[in-house]
């Protein structure tokens, strides 16, 4: 009789584990389609007033250069070096530049946006400079091999 039981049991406890498994399945595929990415302040361009807008010009980007190595999987990374100089007479606390890789018909393949300073850095001093590092590991295969264009596209002054 025990043995009975236990093929009585078998095929319930089966059935219950499945649909167990299908509830999971689906409460995920549910959450992974109605959930919205919310963006960080890192993803998103820096606002720039007037106030700003007009303190750009003081940003110089200097000392260009650029290297390419091998990473551990031995995948080609691309690094672009150079020096920032707040010319100016204010506190900067944050940098934002955009690059733009060309390929050779001067047709922009790639165009990035990054911020040059953690956000728990020291605000850059009127005069001073800082060295900056910005690394690729996918530029497109019609790019030029040319050291891209860079311009400051946004600044948050202290």
Known sequence: MLQGEERKEFPVTFLIGIVI????????????????????????????????????????LTAPTMSRAANFLNQEVTYI?????????????????????????????LRDRQRLFLPTAAPMDPGQSRDFQVPYEHISAEWNNVYPTIKVTGVILN
Do not use: C
């Not at 993803?43 to 007033?49: A, E, G, Q």
């Open 21 to 60: 498994v299908l509830l999971l399945i689906g409460g995920a595929v549910m959450w992974s389609h109605y959930s919205v990415p919310v963006a960080s302040d890192e993803d998103k361009p820096l606002p720039v007033n007037p106030e700003e807008q007009a303190y750009l010009p003081q940003i110089q």
């Open 81 to 109: 070096f150079g020096t920032v100089t707040n010319g100016g007479n204010r506190k900067v606390k944050q940098i934002e530049i955009t690059l733009e890789f060309h390929d050779p018909f001067n047709q922009v393949v």
